[in-house]
């Protein structure tokens, strides 16, 4: 099946900071998901993003199929933007699901 | 629109013991997916239907598992003589799985303890 590997697996920033989250893939996919898991294990949904760019605030997402990676954009860091982050796809047809192993994102005042 | 719910939100259960979880999926989804989570790891998929029918299972998923999603609505997961290795975190997610669109939304979790 599908690879997921996201980098970096940690991140500490200053509030207001931006920063980059990237998720490598090793086959094409169907399907790429960004979402943010808050200290309570829920998972929501910040992108659907199988290829192109969307922004939504101070967020954004890119996904370059061709190269297989995607890009999370984080800009004016706040404390409410910690948590762990995950990218999840999959390569269609075959309808299993791969998550990477997260970025654990630590944003302090 | 009320989002995907599980039940219950936390058990702890001894060990041997069955146990048994319930998912309700976004109505009108017809994709129902089990995930289960360990600290610090992602989570790994566990099975899939597609409405009524379990359509790929993991590996992860051993005889002690079952789930079932009768009428394709709600789904259920029981794990039958509970392992400490068991204790995790189970996710539920929905899709509308309308041709390759696969957008999943998640419930809150069921998170497990095995004594």
């Known amino acids: 099946g599908i690879q997921v590997e996201q980098s970096p697996p940690d991140l500490i920033l200053q509030e207001g900071a931006n920063s980059t989250l990237r998720c490598n893939f090793s086959?094409?996919?169907?399907?790429l998901q960004w979402f943010h898991q808050n200290p309570w294990g829920q998972l929501i949904n910040l992108f659907y993003i199988p290829s192109g760019t969307k922004q939504n605030g101070r967020l954004s997402a890119t996904t370059v199929a061709t190269e297989r990676y995607s890009l999370l954009y984080i800009s004016s860091s706040q404390t409410t933007d910690s948590g762990v982050y995950f990218c999840?796809?999959?390569?269609?047809?075959?309808?299993?699901?791969?998550f990477g192993t997260g970025t654990k994102l630590q944003v302090i005042p | 629109d009320t989002g995907v719910s599980q039940d219950p939100r936390h058990k702890i259960t001894k060990r041997g013991q069955n146990v048994t979880f319930r998912c309700d999926p976004i109505?009108?989804?017809?994709?129902l997916y089990w995930y289960r989570q360990t600290l610090g790891q992602g989570p790994e998929f566990l099975t899939y239907?597609?409405?009524?029918?379990?359509?790929?299972k993991s590996r992860l998923l051993s005889d002690r598992f079952s789930a079932e999603r009768p009428k394709g609505s709600f789904s259920t997961l029981e794990i039958q003589r509970t392992e400490q290795g068991d204790s995790a975190m189970y996710l539920c997610?929905?899709?509308?799985?309308?041709?390759?669109?696969?957008?999943?939304?998640f419930g809150p979790g069921t998170r497990l303890t095995v004594l």
């Open positions: 999840a796809a999959d390569s269609g047809g075959y309808q299993k699901v791969t």
């Open positions: 997610a929905s899709s509308q799985g309308t041709g390759g669109y696969n957008e999943q939304f």
């Open positions: 086959d094409s996919v169907n399907n």
């Open positions: 109505s009108e989804h017809n994709r």
């Open positions: 239907f597609q409405n009524e029918a379990q359509l790929e």
